[in-house]
């Protein structure tokens, strides 16, 4: 690759973390509890957006009209299928992640996490794998971005933007973002990043293809290589 970069975001579920699809189903659960029923096709489209957002979709689609006490209580609602799902499976590292982090970090490049949990979901999360964030190389990641601190979440390129803010990158060309869902790939084209689509969630990579991708990899163990490429002739 011909890029210098500065800054890596990535998404969680899916990206750097396996959840056992725990959220996709918490998703899906929480928008059929209202009555709504769910599209495959429709429920990968809404996956890495915002979690009120999706559900607010989802219901729409389902044939439900969303009105806020119903997306309200489909939150609550997805927030316990997950809760629930994660005491009876954590949630773990996806297999040599943390090693790859470890390595961009010792490279010099700042890694963030973005997402769409809020707060409440995300930071737990982080500190039941025990990943640290800070500065130090002690640290898993430089920077965590939740829907909390945006005003929207993907597709707007509003948590990566954050993530630079927070990491101290200034130039979005010198930024790669990755996720596992087309609308990760959307936000990283609409932030002006380096655009990454990855296989270890549920997208195909048709999908991430079409989206816009710049690159599609078998997942972020793949990144420290990709950025380690000489320029192609």
Avoid at 61 to 68: A, M, Q, R
Avoid at 104 to 109: E, K, N, T, Y
């Amino acid at each position: 690759m011909n890029n210098p970069v500065d800054l890596v975001a990535l998404d969680m579920a899916g990206t750097t973390i396996d959840d056992g699809g725990a959220v996709y189903e918490a998703l899906r659960g929480a928008v059929e509890d209202a009555g709504a029923s769910v599209a495959q096709s429709d429920l990968q489209v809404w996956m890495g957006t915002d979690k009120v957002e999706a559900i607010t979709h989802l219901l729409r689609l389902g044939g439900i009209e969303p009105t806020d006490t119903l997306v309200a209580a489909g939150f609550r609602r997805f927030r316990e299928r997950l809760a629930e799902a994660y005491a009876a499976a954590p949630p773990r590292a996806i297999e040599g992640v943390p090693a790859a982090l470890a390595e961009l970090r010792a490279r010099g490049i700042a890694v963030a996490l973005t997402t769409g949990f809020d707060d409440a979901v995300a930071y737990p999360l982080l500190a039941a794998l025990g990943w640290k964030i800070g500065t130090d190389l002690e640290s898993t990641v430089d920077a965590v971005v939740t829907t909390s601190d945006v005003p929207a979440g993907r597709p707007a390129p509003y948590l990566i933007h954050r993530a630079m803010e927070k990491t101290g990158a200034r130039d979005v060309r010198r930024v790669l973002a990755a996720g596992d869902t087309a609308v990760d790939v959307q936000a990283a084209s609409n932030a002006g990043a380096i655009s990454v689509g990855v296989l270890t969630g549920k997208a195909d990579p048709e999908v991430l293809a079409a989206a816009g991708a710049d690159h599609v990899l078998d997942g972020v163990t793949d990144l420290p290589a990709l950025l380690a490429a000489p320029a192609k002739p």
